[in-house]
Nanobody
Framework: QVQLVESGGGSVQAGGSLRLSCTAS????????MGWFRQAPGKEREFVGC????????YYGDSVKGRFTISRDNAKNMVYLQMNNLKPEDTAVYYC????????????????WGQGTQVTVSS
């Protein structure tokens, strides 16, 4: 079993940057593909990006491509989401998720979820 805890959220002005972190428990972190999702009030959960088990492959949603970067440090059981050039429409609760063996675009395929961290971008 994996427990995930996100941190690093906060309030920032448009154009600013934030780095979210996700700390995972357990000794098998490297066996999990990791994903980042977000959910704004009244909207469905949205795919932000994902990273392979070794960190060598990443994919991003169209709305964040070129602005957000996912990385991971398996030695520290950490995954990161670097967010640059933030826009008001990026305001949401951000979640990290773990999927045993692979990574996916679909939220339903992830086995474990963190509690989320709020990101608020003002114009």
């Amino acid at each position: 079993q994996v427990q995930l805890v996100e941190s690093g959220g906060g309030s920032v002005q448009a154009g600013g940057s934030l780095r979210l972190s996700c700390t995972a428990s357990g000794r098998t972190f490297s066996m999990y593909g990791m994903g980042w999702f977000r959910q704004a009030p009244g909207k469905e959960r949205e795919f932000v990006g994902c990273v392979s088990r070794d960190g060598g492959t990443t994919y991003y949603g169209d709305s964040v491509k070129g602005r957000f970067t996912i990385s991971r440090d398996n030695a520290k059981n950490m995954v990161y989401l670097q967010m640059n050039n933030l826009k008001p429409e990026d305001t949401a609760v951000y979640y990290c998720a773990a999927s045993y063996g692979s990574y996916y675009f679909e939220a339903v395929k992830y086995d474990y979820w963190g509690q989320g961290t709020q990101v608020t971008v003002s114009s």
